[in-house]
T-cell receptor, first 114, second 115 residues
């Protein structure tokens, strides 16, 4: 079945550690890609998005993601995490000419200890 | 500019009761969505409305109905609530233009418990 996979269910890091969260999708063709973050008790907010052009996308709060088309991947990275990055992170995909809805992964919970 | 608003924030229902979750957006977006969020399941699309006057089923539509009342408002109705519908419900909106910019904006959520 076509899907969006986030490999890590729960990641635990110390402050200043580097972060990489994996996201793979199984759709062929053109896609638009998103990473959303949900801080405890809050609603989802957009971290970054990719539509076209430079496959390395920079978002808010020092996050970036790289689209690797050959690997169907859109991994999220941050060189040095902070305690305030503790949250749940969702990858989402929009397939070309397939309506307007996004398909979300199951999410990765990031816990950062100070 | 309030963005996407949802009411109520919390609700407890007994099995078999009905209720309507309300959602409104003030960004003049064409498309609106209802998701449910369950632990370990991520967000699953219940229904969506690509434009005023249209609605379509998503991944998990059973037990729900929707109404796109006008461009601003999109409600979700549970006709006979079941414990399996205990979840956090999020409304979202987007304004796709010319095939680009499918970013969705989310409301604060409604936490529903069915006993």
């Amino acid at each position: 079945a076509q899907s969006v996979s986030q490999h890590n269910h729960h990641v635990i890091l110390s402050e200043a550690a580097s972060l990489e969260l994996g996201c793979n999708y199984s759709y062929g063709g053109t896609v638009n890609l998103f990473w959303y973050v949900q801080y405890p008790g809050q609603h989802l907010q957009l971290l970054l998005k990719y539509f076209s052009g430079d496959p390395l996308v920079k978002g808010i709060k020092g996050f970036e993601a790289e689209f690797i088309k050959s690997k169907f991947s859109f991994n999220l990275r941050k060189p040095s995490v902070q305690w305030s990055d503790t949250a749940e992170y969702f990858c989402a995909v929009k397939r070309y000419q397939a309506g307007t809805a996004l398909i979300f992964g199951k999410g990765t919970t990031l816990s950062v200890s100070s | 500019n309030a963005g996407v608003t949802q009411t109520p924030k919390f609700q407890v229902l007994k099995t078999g009761q009905s209720m309507t979750l309300q959602c409104a957006q003030d960004m003049n977006h064409n498309s609106m969505y209802w998701y449910r969020q369950d632990p370990g399941m991520g967000l699953r699309l219940i229904y969506y409305s690509a434009s005023e006057g249209t609605t379509d089923k998503g991944e998990v539509p059973n037990g729900y109905n929707v109404s796109r009342l006008n461009k601003r408002e999109f409600s979700l109705r549970l006709e006979s609530a079941a414990p399996s519908q205990t979840s956090v419900y999020f409304c979202a909106s987007s304004n796709p233009r010319g095939g680009a910019d499918y970013e969705q904006y989310f409301g604060p959520g409604t936490r529903l418990t069915v006993t």
